[in-house]
């Protein structure tokens, strides 16, 4: 365990900057749904393409950060494209919940080739097991995605964690799967500029305000 904590502390102390691609799916047995996650990085811009299918029906949009602006990129009705730009994903608070339980874990394993440590979040809603690769250490600001819809991994950040979610598996109070991420690649390699700048073509909309709360 000490190992596995000092091996935790000199990877995200050397963490570099990350440039490249992540492409993970995300599935839940409660709902049906299966989402594709594609990941395009360069150093602190991101865009985020999510492609869900429920049932026989299918949502797809994308998030995209362009310096401190963050755009979820639609495309409505009628053929019409539009650019809602979203609340920044706000600031860690100081210290854990105290309803929540934070645990890295002695494990150690590769995920899309990169290693991962194991830490367990333990909530009012469950369990959740996640393999954490700590060289990818894009910080809380990175992951609105993952972090907003999820206060169990909000938590763990808050819990001073760092480090990219390769891979997750949540189970409720009473032990029944919620859902899982799998990444399956990770691939470093260059990245232009363009793939985080909002299109011409989108007419830029401000939020409803229910969605500022």
């Known amino acids: 365990m000490k190992w596995t904590i000092f091996l935790w502390l000199w990877t995200t102390a050397y963490a570099q900057p990350f440039e490249g691609v992540i492409e993970s799916v995300m599935e839940s047995p409660?709902?049906?749904?299966?989402?594709?996650?594609?990941?395009?990085?360069?150093?602190?811009?991101?865009?985020?393409?999510?492609?869900?299918?429920?049932?026989?029906?299918s949502v797809n949009f994308s998030i995209v950060r362009q310096q401190d602006r963050i755009f979820m990129?639609?495309?409505?009705?009628?053929?019409?494209?539009?650019?809602?730009?979203?609340?920044?994903?706000?600031?860690?608070?100081?210290?854990?919940?105290?309803?929540?339980?934070?645990?890295?874990?002695?494990?150690?394993?590769?995920?899309?080739?990169?290693?991962c440590m194991k830490v367990r979040i333990?909530?009012?809603?469950?369990?959740s097991d996640v393999w954490l690769a700590p060289s990818l250490n894009l910080g809380f600001d990175m992951l609105p995605a993952?972090?907003?819809?999820?206060?169990?991994?909000?938590?763990?950040?808050?819990?001073?964690?760092?480090?990219?979610?390769?891979?997750?598996?949540?189970?409720?109070a009473a032990g029944k799967p919620l859902y899982t991420l799998k990444t399956?690649?990770?691939?470093?390699?260059?990245?232009?500029?363009?793939?985080?700048v909002v299109p011409a073509e989108y007419n830029v909309i401000k939020p409803p305000i229910e969605l500022k709360r």
């Open 30 to 57: 409660v709902t049906g749904e299966r989402v594709k996650l594609n990941w395009t990085i360069k150093d602190r811009l991101f865009r985020l393409d999510y492609f869900a299918e429920v049932q026989k029906s």
């Open 73 to 115: 990129l639609m495309n409505g009705a009628g053929g019409s494209k539009e650019a809602m730009e979203l609340e920044p994903p706000g600031t860690l608070s100081d210290s854990l919940r105290p309803e929540y339980a934070v645990e890295l874990l002695g494990d150690a394993k590769t995920v899309a080739g990169i290693e």
């Open 122 to 127: 333990t909530g009012p809603s469950g369990v």
């Open 146 to 172: 993952y972090v907003q819809p999820s206060p169990e991994l909000k938590q763990m950040f808050n819990a001073g964690m760092s480090g990219f979610p390769l891979e997750v598996s949540a189970v409720n």
């Open 184 to 196: 399956h690649y990770v691939k470093p390699r260059p990245v232009s500029a363009d793939a985080f």
